[in-house]
């Protein structure tokens, strides 16, 4: 590692590890000398972010579970204090769209996962993750959140109210850190080239939407030490 690695030394969880937004965030927390603990529910995509990062120097914990199973984050959040004792950086960034479709169609199996994924998951990874990000000489939470957690879009009834949901979650939670060095934001990509993407818009090119190295300048700045504001939505620009 070169010593003008500007997060040389932090530990960082970043949760779906395994593939777009996510995976090109692990990279480039590990290109800046972080140590990145990975999860993802896919196996074999972990192993191949693991030998990515192994080759930029940096070192990699895999953890493949299903982010629905909240035990399991409790668990990991004493191993991480049992390992390290304390947590520099968290992204929350697992997702996922659910049914595009009326609300009345959405079932009710369909609305559960969706709400268990991209809101129940994230204060489970709060529960567990908060005495870790306090312990750190600057903690620094990064939520992933949508366009559509302010603005309406129709068929997108149950995606929109998880991210709505957790933007209220995420700003309280910044309120309840204000008098500490944990900064706790939120990061809206807007339209990003991803698998997610192109389930909501099939018909869209996708050499016409960012890719999801364009976020990684904004991301460094939402968990660089020096970040003073906290409890706000960063809304990336192309």
């Known amino acids: 590692m070169t010593s003008n690695q500007r997060l040389d030394g932090c530990i960082a969880l970043i949760t779906g590890a395994s593939r777009g937004i996510g995976r090109t965030l692990a990279l480039a927390l590990a290109r800046e000398g972080a140590e990145i603990i990975a999860l993802a529910r896919t196996v074999g995509a972990l192993e191949e972010l693991d030998d ?3 080759a930029l120097g940096s070192k990699a914990t895999l953890v493949p579970l299903d982010i629905r199973d ?3 984050i ?4 004493a191993d991480i204090a049992k390992r390290w004792k304390r947590l520099d950086i968290l992204i929350g960034n697992a997702g996922v769209l659910g049914p595009v479709s009326p609300v009345p169609h959405i079932s009710p199996e369909n609305w559960q996962e969706v709400i268990d994924v991209n809101l129940t998951a994230n204060y489970r990874l709060i529960r567990s993750m908060d005495p870790l990000l306090r312990a750190s000489d600057a903690g620094r939470a990064v939520f992933i959140s949508s366009g559509v957690a302010k603005n309406a879009r129709p068929f997108f009834g149950g995606y929109a109210t998880s991210k709505a949901a957790l933007a209220m979650l995420v700003r309280t939670y910044a309120l309840e850190c204000e008098k500490t060095k944990l900064k706790v934001n939120l990061l809206n990509p ?3 080239r991803t698998k997610m993407r192109a389930a909501a818009f099939p018909g869209e090119k996708p050499e016409t939407v960012p890719a999801p190295d364009e976020l990684v300048p904004l991301l460094l700045k939402l968990v660089d030490p020096d970040l ?7 809304d990336f620009k192309s």
């Open 190 to 192: 807007g339209p990003m």
């Open 70 to 72: 909240f035990d399991a």
């Open 74 to 77: 409790d668990r990991l959040g």
């Open 52 to 54: 990515e990062i192994a």
């Open 228 to 234: 003073q504001e906290t409890g706000q939505t960063f």
